[in-house]
């Protein structure tokens, strides 16, 4: 099955910004909701930000106001516009491509190092 790519990951100063992108070419991109989640050392894959088929966004409370996904159905892209990054923010983070019967496709992951 194709995964999805990230890219843009790397290491930011506390209240830099990052800007991720995932590009998928598994499947239908328009039909499929698109997530970010992450993962940091010792602790369980979080979601970070999902994006549904018609736009939709919802944020995890810790980043709120801070962090921004969109999606590009035209380029099958999503991305991810972290501001204000602190270093709890550090992280392995990863696309998901989400169907509409609920079959989840990941990506390899991209590493955030956010230092204080």
């Known amino acids: 099955q194709v995964q999805p790519v990230e890219s843009g990951g790397g290491l930011v100063q506390a209240g830099g910004s990052l800007r991720l992108s995932c590009v998928d070419s598994g499947g239908i991109f328009s039909r499929n909701a698109m997530a970010w989640y992450r993962q940091a050392p010792g602790k369980q894959r979080e979601l970070v930000a999902h994006i549904s088929s018609n736009d939709i966004a919802t944020y995890a409370d810790s980043v709120k106001g801070r962090f921004t996904i969109s999606r590009d159905n035209a380029k099958n892209t999503v991305a991810l516009q972290m501001n204000s990054l602190k270093p709890e923010d550090t992280a392995a983070y990863y696309c998901?491509?989400?169907?509409?019967?609920?079959?989840?496709?990941w990506g390899q992951g991209t590493q955030v190092t956010v230092s204080s």
């Open positions: 998901a491509a989400i169907s509409p019967s609920g079959y989840s496709r």
